[in-house]
């Protein structure tokens, strides 16, 4: 099926709709030039109902992933916080590893890295359905801390519209790890 090319809108619109509905665009509020909102809209047609759009980031055209907090597990002003995708992944926020004898016996490809997690985080994937315990000690989880964390192995978050979503102190980083992967460990 081809796809009309992108249009640029520049104007305030109201938009509504939910993560599986898609959004719609209701119209154009106001033409204010100087309060425009520029966006670059994919419209679909379904059954000739032109409403129906799929809004884009337009600094880096394509669709933008929204995060859905899951929990946080904090001790002490320490906040690894766990985030579901509306794309079947999840992803993790915790602190950057640098110990070299942790690293070294990992194999991470150029876009991986490892976080290191409170393991009661991972309690708070039942808030998406799947099992808060910890049954199986495999991949995603790559090391076992001395002190009972978890070290999760995963693709790095890179993109600033994902990031733009999260508070990460400078000693912190996030993965993005597959549903399918973390429905492993229970």
Known sequence: MLKPPCRKITSTARL?????????????????????????????????DLRSATFFNPRWRRQIMHLRFLGKATSGGQSPTLYATGED???????IVTDEAILAKLDL??????????ARLLSFLENDGLSGTV???????????ENGNYVVKGTRVEDPAILEQMDIPNHETCVLVEKRVMALLG
Do not use: C
């Open 16 to 48: 509504y709709g939910t993560r599986n509905s898609g959004i719609r665009f209701l119209g154009v509020l106001a033409e204010r030039a100087e309060h425009s909102l520029a966006l670059d809209v994919e419209f679909r047609v379904a059954q000739h």
């Open 89 to 95: 992944s999840y992803v993790v926020q915790g602190w």
């Open 109 to 118: 490809d150029d876009n991986e890295t490892v976080v290191e997690i409170y």
């Open 135 to 145: 049954g199986n000690v495999v991949p995603p989880i790559v090391h076992v801390m």
